[in-house]
């Protein structure tokens, strides 16, 4: 399964292989697919699982985004395991990079509500705006590349509405931190995304 197809004329085959508890393949299970969001079209296994319990679909996006797919099995088993298909438009640029547009003030207290915004931007430094890409926020303490994401109050995992991810959230121990704006959906970044934003909590405030 391609990791993105093109608008409108690309499509993706989704694989199922449904196994016991064992780990064995289970032919004859009836598969249905359900997909995320607008503009997409999804078909249907043709038939039940063959003998190496395999079950195969097919995925068509009319509307840039990201798309994903989950399994039933017989109607009632759902597979935790979801695939996810990013839908790209030949005139949307590509993505570079991301940048923080709404930033916090470099010195915030304890528990207070930290807005920020993410975009993602192509070279040129101008929004693409895909809508659905999940973005998440790491918070690591200055000077450490150790996450500290229990210290954050609030949802760290948004989706994009034309480029821009929202957050809320706020901090829960005094310190000095940098926030770092991460995504799974776009790999050609790399595991770190941009250089984070930093920030600080003034030590001792309640």
């Known amino acids: 399964m391609p990791d993105s197809i093109p608008v ?9 292989t449904v196994r016991d508890d064992q780990g064995n393949p289970v032919p004859g ?10 503009g997409n079209t999804l ?13 195969q679909g097919t995925l068509t996006g009319t509307a840039p985004g990201a798309i ?7 109607g009632v088993v759902h597979v935790t395991q979801t695939a996810q298909v990013t839908v790209t438009d030949a ?13 916090p003030p470099h010195d915030v207290r304890v528990g207070e509500q930290i807005r920020l915004e993410v975009a993602l ?17 790491g918070l690591f303490p200055d000077g450490s590349d150790v996450p500290t994401n229990s210290r954050l109050v609030g949802n ?9 991810a929202l957050f809320n959230l706020a901090v829960n121990t005094a310190g000095s931190y940098r926030f770092r704006a991460l995504t799974d959906q776009l790999p050609e ?14 030590f001792g405030v309640h």
């Open 8 to 16: 409108g004329s690309g499509s993706a085959t989704i694989t199922v």
């Open 29 to 38: 299970a009836v598969v249905s697919l359900e997909a995320s969001g607008a």
């Open 43 to 55: 078909i249907q296994p043709s038939s039940p699982t063959g003998s190496d319990g395999l079950a």
């Open 68 to 74: 994903v797919v989950m399994a039933t099995v017989n």
């Open 91 to 103: 005139t949307t640029p590509t993505v570079d990079h991301f940048a923080f547009r709404l930033q």
């Open 121 to 137: 931007v192509d070279a040129s430094g101008n929004v693409v705006p895909l809508t659905g890409i999940l973005m998440y926020l």
């Open 156 to 164: 760290r995992f948004v989706a994009t509405e034309n480029g821009v």
């Open 189 to 202: 970044l790399g595991p770190h995304g941009p250089e984070p934003y930093l920030f600080s909590l003034p």
